[in-house]
């Protein structure tokens, strides 16, 4: 059973405008989030993590927010370039596993238009 | 400075045949990871090493063996292939302290 869930297998967004990501999850022992990105051919590699203390973080274009009561977070990247096409995936990680444990959503693919 | 690589990059197999993947780091990092990715399913854990001389079972261990050399490498072994194993396959290593993981580019392995 999916504990970490992306029910939008696909996004498209104009070029200069904000990519909304969402990410949902059933489990609540969950304490760390983080987004992915992946080119075809390649790993993914690390975007940005949420601790579960926190309801936003950001870095430059890309911001996180979580909603704990919700179960739910978000990606926004402002504003959405077309090197930003790619899939998202969003991970979640608990501390009373193993460290680094990670539970994966079946990504997003974000096209970016001009 | 390579960080996380994986080879083959590609590989064919018939259903019964074994192979081993091979991931190597050269971050001096303590903890690996091996992960399927399938269309639709995400990454799933098969295995991982938190340190040199460690391993555990993941979401999806069976049909899979693993080996953690040396804190350099982490290698996973398919025993005898069978097309539910074609994937790509990618090793990550996990930044010490923090919450991500380093990805290797990946081994696209086809079963048939």
């Known amino acids: 059973d999916q504990q970490v869930k992306q029910n939008s297998p696909s996004l498209s967004v104009q070029e200069g405008r904000i990519s909304i990501l969402n990410c949902d999850y059933t489990?609540?022992?969950?304490?760390?989030f983080l987004w992915y990105k992946k080119y075809p051919a390649e790993g993914p590699t690390f975007l940005i993590s949420i601790s579960s203390i926190k309801d936003k973080n950001e870095d430059g274009r890309f911001t996180v927010f979580l909603n704990k009561s919700a179960k739910h977070l978000s990606l926004h990247i402002v504003p959405s370039q077309p090197g930003d096409s790619a899939v998202y995936f969003c991970?979640?990680?608990?501390?009373?596993?193993?460290?680094?444990?990670?539970?994966f959503g079946a990504g997003t693919q974000v096209v970016v238009t001009p | 400075n390579a960080g996380v690589t994986q080879t083959p990059k590609f590989q064919v197999l018939k259903t019964g045949q074994s192979m081993t993947l091979q991931c190597a780091q050269d971050?001096?990092?303590?903890?690996m990871y091996w992960y399927r990715q399938d269309p639709g399913m995400g990454l799933r854990l098969i295995y991982y090493s938190a340190s040199e001389g460690t391993t555990d079972k993941g979401e999806v261990p069976n049909g899979y063996n693993v080996s953690r050399l040396n804190k350099r490498e982490f290698s996973l072994r398919l025993e005898s292939a069978a097309p539910s194993q074609t994937s790509v396959y990618f090793c990550a290593t996990l930044l010490p302290g923090a919450y991500e993981q380093y990805f290797g580019p990946g081994t696209r392995l086809t079963v048939t």
């Open positions: 971050m001096n990092h303590n903890s």
């Open positions: 991970a979640a990680g608990g501390l009373t596993d193993s460290w680094g444990k990670l539970q």
């Open positions: 489990n609540s022992m969950f304490d760390y």
